[in-house]
């Protein structure tokens, strides 16, 4: 929701009644705990139409992600699938300024979806490693105004599916929060071994 986010630019209306706390949105909805329903009762849709009927056996896209977006909150937010405009922050730390965003995915591209999708064969601490890698640096780019973490998570699954491993277990990231942020950060310098641990733990289970 808005709350968990400082942002700037022109794209930071709210609905009007919400105090301020949900996005503007084309459901007219006011209450946060009402959105976040609606969010994850769209984003069980998602799963099921990527898993269950259109599951990409292929080299993914950023396309992928935006059409993924659209799908999940197309009903909901008037900018769903598109790129991110305004700049964002949290606790303190600023994600990728948006004008960025169209150069920085472009390179996400080249670096982490063309060499590690699909991935098909990759195991142990190569698919481990991957699928930090890709994580962190999608995070740290944040191409969407909202649900970047849900976004990135469900390529990590179609990733780990691919390799031919099951869903990614969350559960352990949910509870360690702060040590997730701080693995994002981490990502700054390149450092993805603490990213590394939540993957494998994800893994394992």
Known sequence: MHDRYTASGQQVETQPGSAGKVLRNLQGIRDVAAMAEVELFLLEDLYRLVFETSFPERQLTVADLQNWHYRWLGNVYPWAGEERS?????????????????????Q???DCLDRFTPAHGLSGQVLVRALAVTHVELILIH????????ISRLL??????????????????DERKAYYFSAIQRGLERDYQPMMQLMASALRH
Do not use: H, T
Not at 143 to 150: L, S, T, Y
């Open 86 to 106: 305004v700049n964002m922050g949290k606790g303190g730390f600023q994600f990728a300024a948006a004008a960025r965003i169209p150069r920085l995915l472009q």
């Open 108 to 110: 996400w591209q080249k």
């Open 143 to 150: 191409p969407f105004r909202e649900g970047n973490g849900r």
């Open 156 to 173: 990590a699954d179609v990733m780990a599916v691919q390799a031919g491993c099951n869903l990614l277990d969350y559960s352990s990231w």
